[in-house]
């Protein structure tokens, strides 16, 4: 196991496994008790027979039972620690399986995400568990789970991972399928059927509990009921974003922003002006590169607001999964975006996203780019409270100093350009130039970083529109 980024380990209850491990412990009294004294004894008898000079004969022989009362201790002992293993552990690089789960993978126990060509629901009824597998298809082979060696919210942790760090292609379609039928299943927050609330409080409790705002739990429900938070999507300062149901149906994302209790009155007044100012501006965005709002709502003194839900990958989980992209299908995706931001900034007052990054940045289900997460209240309060909204590495010089303009959102496109092209982070605050990561990249697309994270904004490009003709020209 590479042991990057989060682990969870989960329990992998196999039937079969449990069959043979209760073979092995019945038969413990022949291999692991009566086995060891016999070889103990018929050593010392060799030892003896030797010392005393007997037959040729009689000393192969007992150096023949010798030997096969080893090998059956051995398998005994081997068999039974196999049969033991049922660990299942799941990582963002990739997961392990019990060793008799690999034999069909030819005993590569860590399969990497990037090693699956397809996942595949097997068995007719969704809604009978006990009678589905779930199939990973590896260039080497494949390795099957019964999902009734699983409880079910470890089958959603794992369908989830799934989803998370493959590619939508590599997926089959009853997987979401599946999902709904495991949260239809926990009609009430405390249902033990299917409950992340404790792992979350407990999550909660340990990583958050020197802040006052706590997000919400999974199984919680809004809108008298009409909205019910399947699970967190991502949490940081004073916001969190959350996968939700809408009327047991649709599945939405939820974005919730809170004022800090101990905010002077004056940046309450501020932040609540920000926050319906630009719920306003979200719901009248209508471009289809940008994530849909559909609805803002003010609840127990949160706001939220209620977006459309993307199935695809962002933009840092492809590289990782796939590598640094193509110059020709980073140009690509960025002239998608160009005119995305070209869209944006040409509104009355312009709309300036604040936290452009790979993470913000979701290639949808039928290749097209889609932006989301917009954060100007949350910059507000984070400048206010020392949390700045944006990943350090893509946040502008200005942005950094609290004053975020269009070119700024140009900054975080250089930024999210540079990761694309070379597969890591920008150094923060600084020009970016690729090619010393990747020497084969051209000129023109090299330069056209360097003048979009430059931290003096005259000398970036000075719209987006601007931005959209260097990389037509540069395709050309």
């Given at each position: 196991?590479?042991?990057?980024?989060?682990?969870?380990?989960?329990?992998y209850?196999?039937?079969?496994?449990?069959?043979?491990?209760?073979?092995?412990?019945?038969?413990?009294?022949?291999?692991?008790?009566?086995?060891?004294?016999?070889?103990?004894?018929?050593?010392?008898?060799m030892?003896?027979?030797?010392?005393?000079?007997?037959?040729?004969?009689?000393?192969?022989g007992?150096?023949?039972?010798?030997?096969?009362?080893?090998?059956?201790?051995?398998?005994?002992?081997?068999?039974?620690?196999?049969?033991?293993?049922?660990?299942?552990?799941?990582?963002?690089?990739?997961?392990?399986v019990?060793?008799?789960?690999?034999?069909?993978?030819?005993?590569?126990?860590?399969?990497?995400?990037?090693?699956?060509?397809?996942?595949?629901?097997?068995?007719?009824?969704?809604?009978?568990?006990?009678?589905?597998?779930?199939?990973?298809?590896?260039?080497?082979?494949?390795?099957?789970?019964?999902?009734?060696?699983?409880?079910?919210?470890?089958?959603?942790?794992?369908l989830?991972?799934?989803?998370?760090?493959?590619?939508?292609?590599?997926?089959?379609?009853?997987?979401?399928?599946?999902?709904?039928?495991?949260?239809n299943?926990?009609?009430?927050?405390?249902?033990t059927?299917?409950?992340?609330?404790?792992?979350?409080?407990?999550?909660?409790?340990?990583?958050?509990?020197?802040?006052?705002?706590?997000?919400?739990?999974?199984?919680?429900?809004?809108?008298?009921?009409?909205?019910?938070?399947?699970?967190?999507?991502?949490?940081?300062?004073?916001?969190?974003?959350?996968?939700?149901?809408?009327?047991?149906?649709?599945?939405?994302?939820?974005?919730?922003?809170?004022?800090?209790?101990?905010?002077?009155?004056?940046?309450?007044?501020?932040?609540?002006?920000?926050?319906?100012?630009?719920?306003?501006?979200?719901?009248?965005?209508?471009?289809?590169?940008?994530?849909?709002?559909?609805?803002?709502?003010?609840?127990?003194?949160?706001?939220?607001?209620?977006?459309?839900?993307?199935s695809?990958?962002?933009?840092?989980?492809?590289?990782?999964?796939?590598?640094?992209?193509?110059?020709?299908?980073?140009?690509?995706?960025?002239?998608?975006?160009?005119?995305?931001?070209?869209?944006?900034?040409?509104?009355?007052?312009?709309?300036?996203?604040?936290?452009?990054?790979?993470?913000?940045?979701?290639?949808?289900?039928?290749?097209?780019?889609?932006?989301?997460?917009?954060?100007?209240?949350?910059?507000?309060?984070?400048?206010?409270?020392?949390?700045?909204?944006?990943?350090?590495?893509?946040?502008?010089?200005?942005?950094?100093?609290?004053?975020?303009?269009?070119?700024?959102?140009?900054?975080?496109?250089?930024?999210?350009m540079?990761?694309m092209?070379?597969?890591?982070?920008?150094?923060?605050?600084?020009?970016?130039?690729?090619?010393?990561?990747?020497?084969?990249?051209?000129?023109g697309?090299?330069?056209?970083?360097?003048?979009?994270?430059?931290?003096?904004?005259?000398?970036?490009?000075?719209?987006?529109?601007?931005?959209?003709?260097?990389?037509?020209?540069l395709?050309?």
């Amino acid at each position: 196991m590479s042991g990057h980024g989060q682990e969870k380990v989960i329990i992998y209850d196999s039937p079969v496994a449990k069959a043979c491990l209760l073979l092995c412990n019945l038969s413990m009294p022949f291999w692991g008790f009566l086995a060891p004294v016999l070889l103990a004894l018929l050593v010392m008898v060799m030892a003896l027979m030797t010392v005393f000079s007997g037959g040729r004969e009689s000393l192969i022989g007992t150096a023949s039972l010798i030997f096969y009362l080893s090998i059956f201790y051995m398998i005994g002992a081997t068999l039974t620690g196999l049969f033991e293993d049922s660990n299942l552990t799941v990582a963002e690089d990739g997961f392990s399986v019990p060793v008799l789960n690999s034999l069909s993978n030819n005993f590569e126990r860590f399969i990497t995400w990037r090693q699956i060509t397809h996942v595949v629901i097997e068995g007719q009824d969704l809604s009978d568990l006990n009678s589905l597998k779930i199939c990973f298809k590896t260039g080497q082979g494949s390795v099957t789970l019964d999902l009734n060696g699983l409880v079910a919210s470890d089958i959603e942790y794992l369908l989830v991972s799934i989803s998370n760090w493959l590619p939508t292609s590599a997926l089959d379609n009853r997987i979401e399928q599946l999902k709904e039928v495991l949260w239809n299943t926990a009609s009430e927050p405390g249902d033990t059927l299917l409950s992340y609330t404790k792992m979350w409080e407990e999550e909660l409790s340990n990583r958050y509990s020197a802040t006052a705002y706590m997000p919400l739990n999974p199984g919680q429900r809004l809108q008298d009921n009409k909205l019910k938070v399947i699970r967190q999507l991502a949490f940081g300062g004073w916001s969190a974003i959350y996968l939700v149901q809408e009327s047991n149906t649709s599945l939405r994302v939820l974005k919730e922003s809170v004022i800090p209790p101990g905010a002077n009155d004056a940046l309450k007044i501020k932040a609540q002006e920000m926050f319906c100012r630009e719920a306003a501006l979200l719901l009248k965005l209508d471009c289809p590169g940008v994530v849909k709002v559909y609805d803002h709502f003010i609840e127990d003194s949160r706001h939220y607001l209620l977006l459309d839900y993307i199935s695809g990958q962002n933009l840092r989980q492809k590289v990782k999964l796939e590598g640094p992209c193509h110059e020709l299908d980073a140009l690509d995706y960025f002239l998608q975006l160009s005119a995305i931001f070209q869209y944006l900034h040409e509104q009355v007052p312009a709309v300036v996203h604040r936290d452009v990054t790979p993470d913000n940045i979701v290639i949808a289900a039928d290749g097209q780019i889609k932006l989301i997460d917009f954060g100007a209240a949350n910059e507000l309060i984070g400048t206010a409270t020392g949390t700045l909204v944006g990943k350090q590495s893509y946040i502008s010089p200005e942005q950094f100093r609290g004053h975020a303009t269009t070119t700024s959102d140009l900054y975080g496109l250089g930024a999210t350009m540079f990761y694309m092209l070379t597969g890591q982070d920008p150094e923060p605050l600084s020009q970016s130039s690729p090619e010393i990561l990747s020497p084969s990249l051209s000129a023109g697309l090299n330069l056209l970083v360097e003048e979009l994270t430059a931290q003096d904004q005259e000398q970036r490009p000075g719209s987006a529109a601007e931005l959209k003709k260097r990389i037509l020209a540069l395709q050309e």
